[in-house]
């Protein structure tokens, strides 16, 4: 399986509805490593990396987030895999 870096900025509304802690909670159920963190215009930033498939699970996931959440857009980045993670936490 080829490995990867996946980078989301979702966009919508996305602070305060515990969408970093429900992200970390589904990129540890998949397996991947990274972290999720808040930004100051609104929106939530995730950088992953993992089997690109299960990648693309997390991304699917980050396009409805967590119940209380309302996303309107997510942009996605595929980048190279650099292997610097060692799990997956609120941060960055």
Same mark, same amino acid.
């Given at each position: 399986?080829? *490995?990867?870096?996946?980078?989301? *900025? $979702?966009?919508? @509304?996305?602070?305060?509805?515990?969408?970093? %802690?429900?992200?970390?909670?589904?990129?540890?159920?998949?397996?991947?490593?990274? @972290?999720?963190?808040? $930004?100051?215009?609104?929106?939530?930033?995730?950088? %992953?990396?993992?089997?690109?498939?299960?990648?693309?699970?997390?991304?699917? @996931?980050?396009?409805?987030?967590?119940?209380?959440? *309302?996303? *309107?857009?997510?942009? %996605?980045? @595929?980048?190279?895999?650099?292997?610097?993670?060692?799990?997956?936490?609120?941060?960055?």
């Amino acid at each position: 399986m080829e *490995k990867a870096r996946l980078v989301l *900025k $979702i966009h919508g @509304w996305v602070q305060g509805v515990f969408f970093r %802690a429900e992200a970390v909670r589904q990129a540890q159920k998949l397996g991947v490593t990274g @972290w999720v963190r808040n $930004i100051s215009d609104g929106t939530v930033e995730v950088v %992953a990396e993992g089997e690109k498939d299960t990648l693309n699970k997390l991304y699917q @996931w980050c396009q409805k987030g967590p119940l209380l959440s *309302k996303v *309107k857009k997510v942009d %996605a980045k @595929w980048e190279s895999y650099e292997g610097t993670f060692s799990d997956f936490e609120i941060g960055g």
